[in-house]
């Protein structure tokens, strides 16, 4: 209610002006000294500074603090932080910001003055108003959504109007919107954070795309604007008469040209004095200080015009504003509309100046809410109309950010969630058409039930407005309704409007006859005194219709020529009057009427009641002469003529012409003398006294005659009613008799049918009482039950078997196999007979609707009798338990492969720990005389190259047995070797290497055969990679020699290396026996092996050493065919 009245308070306060307004700049050169002298005297005022509101959340703390550091000590503006805060905490944000500006910031306590040059912060729980510049505090109330930035930054507007500011920094929620339009609606500047330096956008963004803002800037941005606000020298006379006079009219009919050569809409009769500050405002933003250079502006600046334009008309509505007028609507308009309506018959309705469209649809959503409740169910088409295209293409898309005014129950009916916020559903967008529209030069709609103009009059001008009600009282049904806003009325056309509702503005139709409102030119003609050249004046005159020029004419003749007279309508108010009718009529004293009775001077309302009701009764001309009036102290001799009108209409209207006689001579009267002679004047006196008596006289018997008559023609019609009445009585007592014997019989049957209908009551109780159990047990069991006759046809279910099956009141009594349920349950028609026959339960477990389990439970179904006469069938849900189920199998397979693997594991890192073991005890001693056995080797090839006695070359026998004896040593060597590297957990120790060597080193410490053709190759550009040379180049050989081991018989063996996004791969192929899928599994695991010799420790050793590097190993082998084994190293490779 508060809101209500606040929004009230603020559209009768105002100086109707523009849609979405701005601000103000310097005057024109051309203001005159006395206005300079106004400007100065005003200036010292102690109100002259603006106040700044600035709304944040979450981030906004950081953003105001960048705006604060930019702001000077010295700003004429005060500025007021509404932040969100945690009503749970105390607030830090005094003493954070006092820390970082010059200027002094305290928390705002009840009935804080404001003053320039101070920051005011609100305190936590508390919503915060302003009034007369002063704080007001209460506690929060934990009601709805809290929007503590709306509430204050509306109450900022209705206190400073133009010298408003609104500012919105970061923030997450959807607070501050209808802040910034009610500011900006009063003329103020908005601005919101930047989407780059906002931390959270969503509280600005939102503001943004609501088209409340003027300027999106950064916080330090945002503060230099600030500054250069404070110092413009008009800012404090924004919502004065000052302002006003800053802009001559010749500028403003300059403006209105432009406006209307590019948009077509003429603002020259809208009301001057907010067009004037949303111009000056327009120039304060584009910091323009002569009125000249914005004019020019104007000229070569499409954008600026287009800008204007926006300004000037006000796009500011909401949904369900006012909402007691809706309700007004659907109690007394809608029955009304409704009545005697038939379905074929659409409901008309009209909303001209509809903005973005949140009325219109508000209006659809209230319309379709009442015919809910009604039996017909008449098709709606809502005629929405705008001069501004903007906003019509906004209202066609129906798309709103969520609002406080529209309830949850509507959201989810109405409205559909896309993209963040709220779009009207096609069925109310379908009802509303949106078009282009100047309702003041535009032809009307007609035929309409209801017209619903809120809040447009009050910014035109009166000759619009006395344009615009004849226009809407056209458009009208005879029983239609007009819709005003709160501080508008029909003003002088309450003769062609009456009050329905006083309160809410709400008007009917009064069936009145008014001039067609069908003057509608196509092309603009300028007005005298209107900014243009002569030719164009011309040019206008020459277009003026012939026909205008012929009405004109018959104007003047019928009001100078034509006699004194009116028309009267059949309650005898006067709709016109024609001619000078001063002399016979005249208003009477005290409440203001029409009334031509009312009206007539002394002496003719006698006559005329009686002219007009013998004009009524007979249809034809009615004429009286010589009635004798008195007029200005005058007597005059008049003569009435009363003319019925033939017209189309359901009531008749009647012309009273008056004619002023021609004096009579006076009788002559001879009277007694009293007391000495009269003059003659005062016997003439006495003579046209008497005179007129007797007329007057004669004029009542007159009247009294016709009475008399109309009694006696009254009476006759009485009596034969009467006789009619009798008959009827005499056959009425027939009838009595007849009825009262007829009444002992049904007496005597109405005590028989008492006593039944008792018991058929208490029956009726029990089986009430009976169905409430049934029917809570079923929603209280959560059990969807089907019940089926011994003819397996559905008897009754459930309430969840209405959402489980999509069961419908038309399936009542349908055979169950004729309805898919959705259940997939093998013979279902034989278990159901099984259970039947045999009175037994069946449980089933099946897939239901959505692939979810259910346990369906068959038994038979029992009468009191304990008969059989059908089958239950309850669907219990078990899918969370068969899901369950399934996780705890998986669960159970999951842990017995685990323990196998551990187990496997557990066995391999026994042997594993033993080799290990025995490796580190023996390795040691094994390798001392394996390398004493290989150096004395050594040592005896040359000593018998040196004595040349018996040489290898010599005696075969001896080489043979020496290399035999070296091959087997190096063989155990490796053996031991690959014991300790398995045994012990390698660590790398990186250093830069090039790949190319690595494969050189790896492949010159191998012995290759001649059979076998090995080449490589490196990728240009290849890298180095951080590497252990040692650990890797030994990998490479132990696959190298797997390799040259799996061609026995010679092949091929290509090695390559490349680069793969972030992977360096090395593969080794070779054209070899391949390796069967069974090995290719385990071949490496470690003590696995498919040689005679060797313990199976090589390519495991190979992975663990791949592994240390973060690498990976992969194999590809045909049987027949060859293997490739690629070894993936990462290139970021991290020491």
């Known amino acids: 209610m508060a809101q209500k009245l606040a929004e009230r308070r603020r559209v009768k306060k105002r100086h109707v002006g523009a849609r979405e307004g701005k601000l103000v700049s310097r005057p024109a050169e051309s203001a005159t000294r006395k206005n300079a002298e106004v400007l100065v005297r005003d200036r010292t005022r102690d109100d002259s500074f603006s106040i700044v509101g600035v709304g944040a959340s979450a981030g906004g703390l950081e953003a105001f603090t960048q705006l604060l550091q930019e702001l000077p000590s010295g700003i004429n503006m005060a500025l007021v932080l509404v932040q969100h805060l945690d009503p749970t905490y105390k607030s830090l944000l005094t003493e954070l910001l006092s820390r970082t500006t010059k200027l002094a910031v305290e928390e705002v306590t009840d009935r804080t003055r404001v003053k320039p040059g101070h920051v005011y912060v609100i305190p936590p729980n508390t919503t915060m108003m302003i009034s007369k510049r002063v704080l007001h505090l209460t506690p929060r109330v934990e009601v709805g959504r809290h929007t503590p930035i709306d509430q204050f930054l509306e109450s900022l507007a209705q206190d400073q109007k133009g010298r408003a500011i609104g500012v919105i920094l970061s923030g997450t929620s959807m607070d501050g919107i209808r802040g910034l339009r009610a500011i900006k609606d009063e003329g103020g500047i908005t601005i919101a954070q930047d989407e780059k330096s906002a931390k959270y956008y969503d509280l ?161 959503i209230c319309l379709v809410e009442y015919l809910d409740h009604s039996p017909v169910h008449p098709s709606i088409q809502i005629f929405a109309t705008d001069v501004n295209e903007t906003v019509l293409e906004k209202a066609r898309q129906g798309e709103y950010a969520a609002s406080a005014s529209i309830s949850a129950e509507r959201l989810r009916r109405f409205f559909v969630r896309v993209n963040g916020s709220y779009q009207v559903n096609k069925s109310i967008r379908r009802m509303c058409v949106f078009a282009k529209q100047d309702v003041t030069a535009d032809p009307p709609f007609s ?198 009108l033939k017209t189309n209409r359901a009531h008749p209207c009647f012309l009273v012409a008056f004619e002023e006689a021609l004096p009579k001579p006076a009788p002559s009267v001879t009277l007694g003398r009293a007391g000495g002679e009269k003059s003659r004047k005062e016997r003439r006196a006495e003579d046209l006294k008497l005179v007129r008596l007797q007329q007057e006289l004669s004029a009542t018997k007159d009247y009294l005659q016709s009475i008399i008559e109309d009694k006696e023609a009254a009476n006759e019609e009485l009596k034969a009613a009467n006789e009619e009445i009798q008959s009827s009585n005499e056959e009425l007592q027939s009838t009595n008799e007849e009825l009262e014997t007829a009444k002992e019989e049904l007496q005597s049957t109405n005590e028989e049918l008492t006593t039944v209908n008792e018991e058929l009551q208490n029956r009726n109780l029990e089986l009430t009482q009976v169905n409430n159990d049934i029917t809570n047990l079923n929603a209280s069991a959560n059990v969807p039950v089907l019940m089926m006759g011994s003819d397996l046809r559905l008897r009754r279910w459930g309430p969840l078997a209405d959402k489980l099956f999509n069961l419908k009141a038309s399936d009542l009594g349908r055979p169950i196999f004729d309805i898919n349920l959705g259940f997939q349950i093998p013979d279902l028609k034989e278990t159901i007979n099984d259970v039947v026959d045999n009175v037994i339960i069946k449980e089933i477990e099946a897939k239901g609707p959505q692939g979810r389990w259910f346990l369906v439970r068959i038994g038979p179904y029992r009468t009191a009798d304990n008969k059989i006469e059908g089958a239950v069938l309850a669907f219990v849900d078990i899918d969370r338990l068969k899901q369950g189920e399934a996780k705890l199998r998986a669960r159970s397979e999951h842990l017995e492969d685990l323990v196998e693997e551990r187990s496997r594991m557990l066995s391999n890192t026994t042997r594993l720990a033993a080799i290990g073991e025995t490796a580190g005890m023996v390795g040691h001693d094994l390798r001392n005389p394996l390398q004493t056995i290989i150096n004395t080797i050594h040592l005896a090839k040359e000593a018998m190259k040196a004595n040349s006695a018996s040489t290898p070359e010599k005696d075969p026998r001896v080489g043979s047995a020496l290399e035999t004896i070296r091959e087997q040593a190096d063989f155990m060597n490796k053996i031991v070797s690959d014991l300790q590297d398995y045994a012990k957990q390698a660590k790398p120790t990186f250093v830069e290497y090039d790949m190319q060597r690595l494969i050189n080193d790896s492949l010159s410490s191998i012995p290759v055969p001649r059979s076998v053709d090995v080449s490589s190759s490196v990728e240009t550009g290849f890298p180095k990679l951080s590497v252990d040379p040692g650990l890797l180049r030994r990998a490479f050989t132990n696959i190298i020699t797997n390799a040259l081991q799996a061609m026995p018989d010679g092949g091929k063996l290509k090695i390559r290396a490349w680069t793969s996004q972030n992977i360096a791969a090395v593969s080794f192929e070779d054209t070899g026996i391949g390796i069967p899928e069974d090995v290719k599994t385990k071949m490496f695991s470690p003590l696995f092996t498919t040689r005679e010799k060797g313990v199976g420790l090589g390519l495991a050793v190979t992975k663990r050493l791949i592994e240390s590097h973060k690498g990976e190993i992969k194999v590809f082998s045909k049987v027949g065919e060859g293997t490739t084994l690629t070894v993936e190293l990462p290139l970021d490779l991290k020491r």
């Not at 809608?334 to 649809?361: H, L, N, Q």
């Not at 016109?576 to 009477?588: D, H, K, M, N």
């Open 204 to 364: 600005p963004r939102s503001a943004v795309a609501a088209g409340c803002v003027d300027l999106i800037l950064r916080p330090q941005d945002i503060a230099q604007e600030l500054v250069k606000l404070s110092q413009h020298p008009y800012v404090p006379y924004l919502e004065t008469e000052t302002a006003e006079k800053l802009l001559p009219q010749s500028d403003l009919d300059k403006i209105f040209g432009l406006l209307r050569k590019a948009t077509g809409v003429d603002f020259a009769d809208y009301k001057h004095a907010t067009i004037k500050r949303r111009i000056l405002r327009r120039m304060l933003i584009l910091k323009t200080n002569k009125m000249e250079d914005y004019l020019n502006n104007l000229k070569t600046n499409p954008g600026e015009l287009s800008s204007l334009f926006q300004d000037i008309l006000i796009n500011v509505t909401g949904f369900f504003r006012e909402p007691q007028t809706f309700d007004a609507l659907k109690q007394e308009v809608f029955p009304s509309i409704m009545k005697k309506r038939s379905a074929d018959d659409p409901i008309r309705i009209w909303i001209p100046g509809c903005s973005t469209g949140e009325e219109v649809y508000s209006l659809a």
């Open 447 to 644: 035929k309409l039930d209801l017209i619903i103009c809120r809040n447009l009059l009050i910014y035109l001008g009166p000759a619009l407005q006395r344009k615009l009600l004849p226009i809407f009282h056209y458009s009208l049904k005879s029983a239609g309704f007009l819709v005003l806003g709160d501080f508008e009325t029909v003003g002088e056309f309450d003769n062609i409007f009456k009050v329905a509702n006083k309160h809410f503005k709400i008007y009917s139709k009064r069936p009145v006859v008014t001039r067609k409102p069908l003057d509608f030119s196509t092309t603009y003609i300028a007005k005298p005194g209107r900014v243009g050249k002569p030719a164009d004046n011309r040019l206008a005159e020459s277009q003026v219709p012939e026909p205008e020029i012929f009405k004109e004419a018959d104007r003047i003749l019928l009001t100078k020529y034509t006699p004194a007279s009116v028309i009267v309508n059949s309650e005898l108010e006067i709709i016109q009057f024609r001619g000078r009718t001063g002399s016979f009529l005249e208003p009477a004293p005290g409440k203001a009427s029409l009334n031509v009775l009312k009206m007539a001077r002394e002496g003719m309302m006698t006559d005329l009641r009686n002219v007009l009701d013998r004009a009524k009764k007979s249809g034809e001309i009615v004429r009286k002469e010589a009635i004798a009036i008195r007029s200005d102290g005058k007597y005059l001799d008049v003569n009435l003529e009363v003319v019925p």
